[in-house]
């Protein structure tokens, strides 16, 4: 099984190392290879499920194996594979997912001229993504975590011609790197107080046996939950690190698709489930994490109803359901939490590509230029691509959390773990629910219904392309993905979860209300932009939120105040210290002594031989009046 | 029988000259017959060490020396020659090609 | 007694003469003071019990090492000539080298006066026994002295061939 589990981690490598290495002129074969290679790793994946559940059944998970990569006296880093219920359903996500996008992007990106680069990238990503869900211990998590963040970059800025997506990718860079300093910096104190009582460890399965845990000072330990929940927050997104995400979506659809809204996004919140037993420890710690995931939800959800690009609308919406996910983690509830991260993984990567299927046929982010096509039809754009608007339409009804899509099951956990914490909290969440159906609302309506308002950007681009649905590689994908929003949540994927708070039903309080609410929104979201109409909007009731809503609460201002006034200062300061001290009096003096040294002894140089036999003969008298008053005394 | 330590007394005179030729000569081949002056005291010394113990070898590594010295002046003076050849001198003075 | 006469006679030969080697104007009779310095030598391995190697010496040293120096001295066609003082020696070096060479000599010579040392015994050098000696301790050193000295020939007449240079 272990070995198995240990092919899967290494065929995405041997793949995108083999492309680099031969197949970089023939893009088709790499995308032939890189697409047949994940599939595998899916089957294989696949395969294990019966020992996988039979094993969880009989308690005898997790199963482990590792190679000891550096081992000192008092600190043992391994490299190893560990599979637990937890990971499998990780593994299962990121094969299976991969697989469904892998397909997709060979349609997607077909006549890129980068095509073998593209596939490379994916398989490298796919590649760390299971470094860090395999991973047995903190430091190979880190180093994957590294390297997911690593792929992430390259793909994110793929079209690195465009100065938008370089930026976005260093910014996206940039900023998780924030959170994993934090990240490091927890690890490093856990280790540093276990190993201040001679029992140093990074394993996960050694740290939740460990007895030492509870010897740790309640302030640390909170640093500690704190630390290491700062690298999910940047990887996650949450706020106040969720400003890359957004621009994010500058990379290739498929990669928003698999990377920002699937998986990577994803991996915070895995980690935060892995690392469970660690942040149970300081209620301040999960009292945070919770609060952060409200908050986030919240904001995301807000500035998500007053985007124009499918993309980012979708974008603030994964934000939105992360912020979900870390909520119900805060509270305790990861298997909500893990839960979520699956169904919305199958419905948020399906809405990705669908949108990446519209802006395919209709060469547009832009839901009003979109919605432009189908101006004088009522749901032309639904008459021409069925299987798209109808994937589409399921997406959204798992978004919304529809009985009896995947997306219901999944947010009533999350509402569940919501309703156990403060009313605030609980309110929150709610309102969530009301604006995610709201702006799904506002995104379907502009889409498929016919408008009144001719708002297209530039000259009729629609003339030159009749849409028309894309070929099977492109629709396989969105159908799988259709059907699995749709009955994913009669999956057996809650077997795979630890059962902390066992499974309880949400009641029809909660039922009703979310059903209500998300009806609601839909409605009011339709309605309001049936017509394409923002303008009565914005100077409605909604004119000063607006405001703020578009500037995404001032987020980007703030950091781009902050980077001004207080990095640049720091940074000349830091500029000024390098050249003066550093270089002149560090580098350069001690050059210039050595050069003023050099020329000064050269003089001694003289070139005459009996000078230096006259040196060295006055060098060995000394040496002999030194042994002789030595030896007389 | 004449003490050790005049001979070696006057084995160390003899190397002392020798150093002080070699030093201050310019001429570049009364430097090799100073190095050849401090050979020689060498192998007084030497000599006169084989006495103190009664045995030949010291004689022996003399006669070795001497050897080792006759190849070092053929070396030397043909060096010296192809110097004069060269620079048409033979004074350390004009040899400085080890000028810093 | 008259050991110890030869001894401070010939000291007094030889240490006068290597001064001359050191102070001689002319090149050439600067040479000819070593080869007296090389006779008081000769005399002192004599008197040492080193017959063989005193006769050695007198042949290597003051028949073939001093005629070939004397050969290449008169090649220059300075050898005979007066060299003035300050083309004789390196003046400035005059004092300081005069210093070291003294100081050497006095640290030595502080070293053995302070050293005790056994008094001399009566060695027989002779022809025959260092022979015996050479010819079965010392074979192997002495077979590779003939191919030192081999190869010191094959060096001076690469060294000294003209189209070489």
Known sequence: MLTIAGLIFAIPILIAALICGFLLKKPHAAARLA????????????ALAPQILDLQHKHALPVETSVIWIGLKGLTIEFGILLDGLSYLMLLV?????????????TYMHGDESYSRFFASLSLFAFSMLGIVFSNNLIQTFIFWELVGLSSYLLIGFWYQKPEASLAGKKAFLTTRVGDVGMMFGILLLWGHLAAQNSGTFNFMALKAHPGLTAIPALSMTLIGLGLFMGAVGKSAQVPLHVWLPDAMEGPTPVSALIHAATMVAAGVFLLARIFFLLELSPTTLHIIAWTGTVTSLLAALIAVVQSDIKKILAYSTLSQLGYMVMAIGRGHVEAGMFHLTTHAFFKALLFLGAGSFIHALHTQSIWDMGAYGQKKFLALFKKMPVTSLTFIAGTLALMGIPPTSGFFSKEEILTAAQSGPQLMFICAATVVFLTA???????????????????QHEDPHELHEPHEPDWRMLLPLAVLGVLALIGGFLPIRDLLPEAHGHQDGGSFLLILSLSLAGAGFL?????????????????????????????????????WLIQNVQERVASFCDLFEKIVVVEIGANGIARLARGAGSTARKLQTGVVQFYALVFTAGLGLLIYLFVSGRLG | MIPATHYLILSVTLFSIGILGVLIRRNILLILLSIELMLNAANLNLIAGSAMHGRLDGQLSAFFVMVVAAAEVTIGLAIAVLLFRQKNSVDTHEIKELKG | MSQALLFYFFAAVAVLSALGVVFHPRPARALLCLVVTMFALAVHFT???????????????????????????????????????HQRFNIIYLLPAGLVSILLAGGLIALIRGSAFQALKSVDGTAENIGTLLFSQYLLPFEWTS?????GVFAAIALAKKDAA
Do not use: W
């Open chain 3, 147 to 151: 191919l030192l000295i081999l190869l």
């Open chain 1, 35 to 46: 697409t047949a290679g994940m599939f595998s790793c899916f089957l294989m994946a696949l």
């Open chain 1, 94 to 106: 990121v094969t299976g997912i991969g697989t469904l996008i892998f397909l997709y992007s060979m």
């Open chain 3, 47 to 85: 008197l040492l019990g080193a017959y063989f190697v005193a006769m050695a010496h007198l042949i290597v040293y003051a028949g073939a090492v001093l005629v070939l120096f004397l050969f290449v001295i008169m090649l220059q066609g300075a050898g005979a000539r007066e060299i003035a003082l």
């Open chain 1, 438 to 456: 709201f702006y799904m609302g506002r995104l379907s309506g502009a889409i498929f219904l016919p408008g009144t308002i001719h708002t297209l």
């Open chain 1, 524 to 560: 009011l979201g339709i309605l309001l932009f049936r017509n394409h109409d923002e303008s009565r909007v914005s100077t409605g009731f909604m004119a000063v939120p607006r405001i703020l809503l578009e500037r995404k609460f001032f987020f980007d201002d703030a950091y781009d």
